[in-house]
T-cell receptor, first 114, second 113 residues
Framework: GAVVSQHPSRVICKSGTSVKIECRSL??????MFWYRQFPKKSLMLMAT?????????EQGVEKDKFLINHASLTLSTLTVTSAHPEDSSFYIC??????????FGSGTRLTVV | DAKTTQPNSMESNEEEPVHLPCNHSTISGTDYIHWYRQLPSQGPEYVIHGLTSNVNNRMASLAIAEDRKSSTLILHRATLRDAAVYYCILHDAGGTSYGKLTFGQGTILTVHP
């Protein structure tokens, strides 16, 4: 089946620094990728839709200047959390539509800001 | 995307069938019914999806009511590895929100040995 590889799986960073999370589609091309955030014991919340070669579409309430999304190729989308603060600590997950296999999700990135 | 209603939690014994219900009374004609599951500290995993007819795959079966206002995910023989949060999601492939999956709270499935 179609696989999305997400790295890193976990990262700890200092408050005020930036962190980049990568999401790669390994055996298919993903024109569109999706970024979710999940807090403990909560459901996934869509943050933004990443479109190859164009600007991302952000959900209401998500700061586009804080969560920078780049989708420069059909197999790679990145999410950069800029000037991270402890409240940005969360589980970040990317996803892409594969067709036959529905949506496939990355394994997630556990971000801890100290 | 239209809203779905699922029980907060369900329990099952290992090697027994599990029927996970989902109500979606406001489903539209172009809404597909998707099921995903999420194990702790992992991204969601695709289980199955369908439009009108019942669907089967190696993981599960999806039974869709004739009026499409409800559906049931069937795990034929639960294993301990099936313990997860199961999400029932409606996705309008023909709508302007193409691509967006809106997750509800899901059903926490506990499987007892």
């Amino acid at each position: 089946g179609a696989v999305v590889s997400q790295h890193p799986s976990r990262v700890i960073c200092k408050s005020g620094t930036s962190v980049k999370i990568e999401c790669r589609s390994l055996d298919f091309q993903a024109t569109t990728m999706f970024w979710y955030r999940q807090f403990p014991k909560k459901s996934l919340m869509l943050m933004a839709t990443s479109n190859e070669g164009s600007k991302a579409t952000y959900e209401q309430g998500v700061e586009k200047d804080k969560f920078l999304i780049n989708h420069a190729s059909l197999t790679l989308s990145t999410l950069t959390v800029t000037s991270a603060h402890p409240e940005d600590s969360s589980f970040y997950i990317c996803s892409a539509w594969t067709g036959v296999y529905g949506y496939t999700f990355g394994s997630g990135t556990r971000l801890t800001v100290v | 995307d239209a809203k779905t209603t699922q029980p907060n939690s369900m329990e099952s014994n290992e090697e027994e069938p599990v029927h996970l219900p989902c109500n979606h009374s406001t489903i539209s004609g172009t809404d597909y019914i998707h099921w995903y599951r999420q194990l702790p500290s992992q991204g969601p995993e695709y289980v199955i999806h369908g439009l009108t007819s019942n669907v089967n795959n190696r993981m599960a079966s999806l039974a869709i009511a004739e009026d499409r206002k409800s559906s049931t995910l069937i795990l034929h023989r639960a294993t301990l590895r099936d313990a997860a949060v199961y999400y029932c999601i409606l996705h309008d492939a023909g709508g302007t929100s193409y691509g967006k999956l809106t997750f509800g709270q899901g059903t926490i499935l506990t499987v007892h040995p």
